[in-house]
């Protein structure tokens, strides 16, 4: 998925308990919820060209199944997933102008069938993905100052 801001930590798990509410479809955080697990890190972190906002492309393992759960988890530590239309709709317009879509996809699943095999089907980043991708450009970040992040665009 590719998600809104630096992601600080470039491994790291979220959990929190999920409850679903079928009427909304819409999830959310709640101590009555179902154990959740994400465990994500961090691909590369990147702007759009010439541009300030970063972005962190990340790989996250659900522990756990929940419904909206990776984009619930990583909305819960502040990264919204790019071109979520229900939980970043405050930054859907601007997305949309260079992501098509929400940026969120299953490059690998692996579950056990019915025979208890287990199976694994893997599938390239679609085209349109890769597209916004394009639009980037890969940056190098100094996380070690909180309020003021250094910023390269070339590789150290």
Known sequence: ???????????????????????????????????????????????????????????????????????????????????????NRKNLSTDLMWCPRLFLHAWRLRFMDVGRVVREVKAPLTKDLTMSLRTLEEVYLDLTKDDNPSLRTTKP
């Open 1 to 87: 998925c590719l998600v809104h801001g630096a992601v600080k930590q470039d491994h790291g798990e979220v959990n929190f308990p999920i409850t679903w509410d079928e009427s909304t479809n819409q999830s959310y955080i709640s101590e009555h919820g179902q154990w959740a697990k994400s465990m994500y890190t961090v691909l590369g972190r990147y702007r759009l060209r010439r541009g300030k906002k970063i972005f962190s492309l990340c790989r996250v393992v659900i522990v756990t199944g929940r419904t909206h759960q990776i984009r619930l988890h990583m909305a819960s530590l502040g990264h919204p997933l790019v071109g979520d239309n229900k939980y």
